[in-house]
C-alpha cells in the first residue's frame, strides 16, 4: 500500500469527504464518491473543486455512483450520523471486503456499529480537525490553515498516502481516549452554541457557570469510559479558540437541517447513564437544544 496508488471510496462526499477525497485524487488515487445521484452525476461531470487558501485552488477529476459494486482498499465515511443509515446501505458488506473503514463522525458509539456490520474490514477509528464547508454538490472550501486527522490503530502504510496527499495524520494507540478526547470539547461547544445561537466567545463569557457545569459532566463521563480527559485541558482549549467560532451543528439548526444531538448529546447521556454518572445540566441542554421554538436568538 506504501507504494502503489489505492483504490479509495468516499462516503459522502461533501466538505471533508469532498476536500480528502480531491486530495487523494489530485495525488494519484482512484477515487471513487459514493453518494445520491444528483450528486454524483455533478461529480461525474464537474469533478470536485476546491477552494483552499492551504492547498490551493484545484479541481480533482473523480469517479462516483451511487453504490459501491467493487471492492476497494479503504472507506472514508464523511456523512453525518443523521444520514449515517441510509448512506451505509450504498456500501454492501459483501462487496466490501478486507478494506480499511475510516468513520469520521462526531461521537462514539458508530465505531462498534461499523464493525458488526462489516466484519471482514478493519474499522479504524478516526476523527479530524477542519473546516471545509460543500457550498454545492462538487464544491468545497476549504477554511481553516488545517486538516488533522488522527487514526487509532497502526496504519502506517495508509497514514503515509494520506501524508503524501497533504493531509495531517497521527496515528493513536488508544481508541477510546481518542474519541472522548474529541467528545468533551465537542459536546459543551455543539450543544451551547446550538441552544443560545451564539458563538463560542459570547458561550464563554455570557453563559460560563453553564458551560462549566457541562463540561465537568462531560469529562466526568470521558474519564469514566477511560479516557485521561480532564475539564482544566478542555476549558483551556475553549478559552484559546476564536470568538467568533460556531459549531456545525448551530449552522445546522440555523438552516433548518437534522442535528446530530443523538450522537453528540445523547452519547454523553448514554454512557454516563451506562457508568453511574450524572449528567443533568448536559441532559437540560439536549433537551432545549431539540426543541427549536426555545433556542434563544
Known amino acids: 500500500m506504501h507504494t502503489t496508488k489505492l483504490t479509495v471510496a468516499i462516503l459522502g462526499p461533501g466538505g471533508v469527504g469532498g476536500l480528502i477525497g480531491a486530495l487523494l485524487a489530485r495525488d494519484g488515487h482512484r477515487v471513487i464518491c459514493v453518494a445520491r445521484e444528483e450528486t454524483a452525476a455533478v461529480l461525474r461531470r464537474d469533478g470536485l473543486r476546491v477552494e483552499s487558501a ?13 453504490r459501491l459494486h467493487e471492492p476497494v482498499d479503504a472507506v472514508l465515511v464523511a456523512v453525518k450520523q443523521t444520514a449515517l443509515e441510509e448512506a451505509l446501505d450504498r456500501v454492501p458488506a459483501r462487496v466490501l471486503g478486507d478494506a ?3 468513520p469520521l463522525l462526531n461521537g462514539v458509539e458508530h465505531v462498534a456499529a461499523l464493525r458488526e456490520r462489516y466484519p471482514s474490514a478493519t474499522v479504524v477509528a478516526g476523527t479530524i480537525r477542519v473546516e471545509a464547508t460543500r457550498t454545492a454538490p462538487g464544491r468545497v472550501v476549504h477554511g481553516s490553515p488545517f486538516a488533522d486527522l488522527e487514526l ?3 496504519v502506517e502504510q495508509f497514514a503515509d498516502r494520506l501524508r503524501h496527499a497533504g493531509l495531517g495524520v497521527t496515528l493513536r494507540t488508544d481508541e477510546t ?5 474529541k467528545l468533551a470539547f465537542l459536546a459543551p461547544f455543539a450543544l451551547l452554541t446550538t441552544r443560545h445561537q ?3 466567545g459570547a458561550v464563554r463569557s455570557e453563559r460560563r457557570p453553564e458551560l462549566l457545569a457541562v463540561l465537568d459532566e462531560v469529562t466526568a463521563v470521558a474519564q469514566a469510559a477511560g479516557a485521561p480527559v480532564t475539564a482544566e485541558t478542555v476549558l483551556s482549549f475553549l478559552d484559546r479558540a476564536p470568538h467568533a467560532m460556531r459549531s456545525s451543528m448551530q449552522r445546522d439548526a440555523a438552516a433548518g437541517r437534522p442535528l446530530e444531538l443523538d450522537a453528540i448529546g445523547g452519547a454523553v447521556l448514554r454512557a454516563g447513564a451506562a457508568h453511574g454518572v450524572d449528567t443533568p445540566a448536559t441532559a437540560r441542554l439536549v433537551a432545549e437544544a431539540a426543541r427549536p421554538a426555545n433556542r434563544e436568538v
Open 100 to 102: 480499511i473503514v475510516v
Open 198 to 200: 451564539a458563538p463560542l
Open 152 to 154: 487509532a490503530a497502526p
Open 54 to 66: 492551504r492547498y490551493g485552488d484545484f479541481t480533482a477529476r473523480v469517479e462516483a455512483a451511487t
Open 177 to 181: 481516549a481518542m474519541l472522548w478526547d
